[in-house]
């Protein structure tokens, strides 16, 4: 938790943007309810709605809060436990108590929020919420609007204007806040990053050949269970790199063959790391697979040097296509001019995903808000492989933090769908694909922090990705 001010300036900046939008009534926050994993008091590990935690500080469920946007008063509404929760939980400050600490003066009992929303509902005052990923936020909202579930949200995680129900206003309004992170924030995500490369060099240091890969994934899951919250998004670790969200952990780690990593850690307050290395099972990368892994990690130094305010993030992820499709026609995988094909999107063929996304409170930050509000702002998104999936392709600004993440996959099945359907336009010297059939997948990211001269790495070192110092590090 921060210092209170801190929560009641993000309150503030709220509100004037709202009534700067000419929004009227009250905002409206819910907190996340536990979830159970298999019966009602066995639960999964409780993790809080961002929103709510940006705005209001308070890690515990069955949580919810209000502003009034005319006059700015604040209400957070909960229940005080009773001495039957003092016996599984022992003694709790009181919810007065933890809304003075984020600078709160109101609180209700946990169902006068219902009551006040329907007393605005009844009384013509909107109401304004937030979209949720969540099924009881849908199931609470539902039943206050009087609406189905599958209406009181946007339908698609991509469409902008598609609100039902939910508020448009203060959606982009949180986004707006939320996406120029605070000194108090970047020195958190600095502190997941370097819990982060701790959690990579676990990793780094046990890829041996006769290793299983799920004894990996357990000591890395694990110290992020001793440092933090736990790990950020499920772990990727993975011979089969090509896949580019693979779980399977079920392999032993083989020579010759490259090791994806694709891990990171979520504080206590959740503010998260993402970094992704690719390792050589054997300790030394093959030419083979040196070649590639040059490409991709000239492209990631790239990305950052590109990386400034004023620039757009698709700008850059254009760039490195461009990079990387000059690196592939090197090698003879690829021929003609590198700007025709980027243009014909050919590069979606060995990296199928955007450059990057927008880091903090999530892993992919406020993506349950609509992925183009985030990430987009003027701009059209592309249809195009790989281009398509860009999440983030806004203006950069000081304090933007966005991964960077350039990749080179060998994944045969779209080898043989853009075969088919002749969307290489022959561009691609399919013979020369074969000897990678077995090769898997490279990709390399970090985490930048967008600064008013340029950018730099998040956390205050940084892992290994040259490919000599992985390689040394791996041989030490």
């Known amino acids: 938790m921060f210092d209170k001010n801190i929560y009641k300036a993000r309150r503030a900046a709220l509100v004037k943007s709202m009534q700067e939008q000419g929004a009227k009534g009250i905002a409206v926050f819910l907190g996340y309810k536990e979830a159970s994993m298999n019966y009602s008091s066995n639960c999964y590990a409780f993790h809080q709605d961002s929103s709510f935690s940006y705005f209001w500080g308070l890690d515990e469920p069955d949580l919810a809060a209000s502003i009034n946007l005319e006059n700015g008063r604040e209400c957070i509404y909960g229940n005080?436990?009773?001495?039957?929760?003092?016996?599984?939980?022992?003694?709790?400050?009181?919810?007065?108590?933890?809304?003075?600490?984020?600078?709160?003066?109101?609180?209700?009992?946990?169902?006068?929020?219902?009551?006040?929303?329907?007393?605005?509902?009844?009384?013509?005052?909107?109401?304004?919420?937030?979209?949720?990923?969540?099924?009881?936020?849908r199931m609470v909202m539902s039943k206050l609007t009087g609406t189905p579930s599958e209406d009181v949200y946007k339908t698609a995680p991509y469409d902008e204007g598609d609100f039902i129900h939910s508020s448009e206003e203060l959606t982009r309004a949180v986004i707006e806040l939320r996406l120029v992170k605070e000194e108090c924030e970047i020195e958190q995500i600095d502190l997941?990053?370097?819990?982060?490369?701790?959690?990579?060099?676990?990793?780094?240091?046990?890829?041996?050949?006769?290793?299983?890969?799920?004894?990996?994934?357990?000591?890395?899951?694990?110290?992020?269970?001793?440092?933090?919250?736990?790990?950020?998004?499920?772990t990727i670790l993975s011979q089969n790199g090509q896949i580019l969200h693979n779980h399977d952990h079920s392999q032993t780690i083989t020579p010759g063959r490259l090791l994806l990593v694709d891990a990171g850690l979520a504080l206590n307050n959740y503010y998260c790391s993402d970094f992704t290395r690719t390792l050589p099972c054997s300790g030394r990368f093959t030419t083979q697979q040196r070649e590639i892994y040059d490409i991709v990690q000239t492209a990631n130094e790239r990305a950052r040097e590109l990386a400034k305010p004023g620039v757009e993030y698709r700008d850059v992820h254009i760039a490195i296509f461009r990079h990387i499709l000059c690196g592939l026609k090197e090698l003879g995988i690829v021929n003609g001019d590198p700007d025709e094909m980027n243009a014909e999107g050919i590069c979606g063929m060995f990296m199928p995903h955007g450059l990057g996304h927008s880091i903090g409170l999530d892993v992919h930050d406020m993506e349950d808000l609509g992925e183009n509000l985030v990430g987009y702002k003027n701009q059209t998104r592309s249809s195009q492989l790989g281009l398509g999936s860009l999440r983030m392709a806004r203006k950069l600004v000081p304090g933007n933090v966005i991964s960077d993440e350039p990749g080179i996959y060998f994944i045969p099945a779209l080898w043989d769908f853009f075969k088919k359907n002749k969307l290489d336009k022959g561009f691609v010297n399919f013979d020369k694909l074969e000897a990678y059939k077995d090769f898997g997948g490279i990709r390399l990211e970090d985490d930048l922090l967008i600064t008013s001269e340029g950018s730099r790495f998040l956390g205050h070192s940084r892992l290994p990705i040259k490919a000599e110092d992985v390689e040394k590090d791996m041989a030490a």
Request: with cysteine; hydrophobic share 40%.
């Open 80 to 137: 005080d436990i009773d001495i039957n929760d003092i016996i599984w939980m022992g003694d709790q400050p009181s919810l007065r108590e933890k809304a003075e600490l984020v600078g709160v003066d109101h609180t209700s009992k946990r169902s006068d929020f219902e009551l006040a929303v329907q007393y605005a509902i009844e009384n013509d005052v909107p109401v304004h919420f937030l979209p949720s990923s969540r099924y009881y936020s």
């Open 192 to 234: 997941a990053c370097d819990l982060g490369v701790q959690m990579h060099d676990i990793a780094r240091r046990m890829c041996r050949p006769g290793v299983k890969e799920s004894d990996i994934v357990a000591a890395m899951d694990g110290f992020c269970l001793k440092e933090g919250w736990g790990v950020s998004f499920a």
